[in-house]
């Protein structure tokens, strides 16, 4: 199993940057997935960017391409997002998932573990 855990949300404006951080502990993290989705109110939770197992592939939503970036670091169990150049349609609440064995689906449902998400506000 992996225990996920989100820091690094804030408010912040418009054309800043924040740096999101997920903690996991467990056994099989250097051996799953991670992603990152977001949900905004009223929206249904949404993929934002994910990273293979030992980080040789990245793939991200057309919506966030060029301005957020995802990266982990194995030996510290942890994985991050970058997010530059903010923009208030990027409020939500950020979620870090885990898919143990790979990437199988960009769609919520087929990721295994799941934090408890950190809000993100961007003003105008």
């Known amino acids: 199993q992996v225990q996920l855990v989100e820091s690094g949300g804030g408010l912040v404006q418009a054309g800043g940057s924040l740096r999101l951080s997920c903690a996991a502990s467990?056994?099989?993290?250097?051996?799953?997935?991670m992603g990152w989705f977001r949900q905004a109110p009223g929206k249904e939770r949404e993929f934002v960017a994910s990273?293979?197992?030992?980080?040789?592939?990245?793939a991200y939503a057309d919506s966030v391409k060029g301005r957020f970036t995802i990266s982990r670091d194995n030996a510290k169990n942890t994985c991050y997002l970058q997010m530059n150049s903010l923009k208030p349609e990027d409020t939500a609440v950020y979620y870090c998932?885990?898919?143990?064995?790979?990437?199988?689906?960009?769609?919520?449902?087929?990721?295994?573990?799941w934090g408890q998400g950190t809000q993100v506000t961007v003003s105008s």
């Open positions: 998932a885990a898919s143990p064995g790979g990437v199988r689906t960009y769609a919520p449902r087929g990721w295994n573990y």
């Open positions: 467990g056994r099989t993290f250097s051996s799953s997935a």
């Open positions: 990273i293979s197992v030992y980080g040789s592939s990245t």
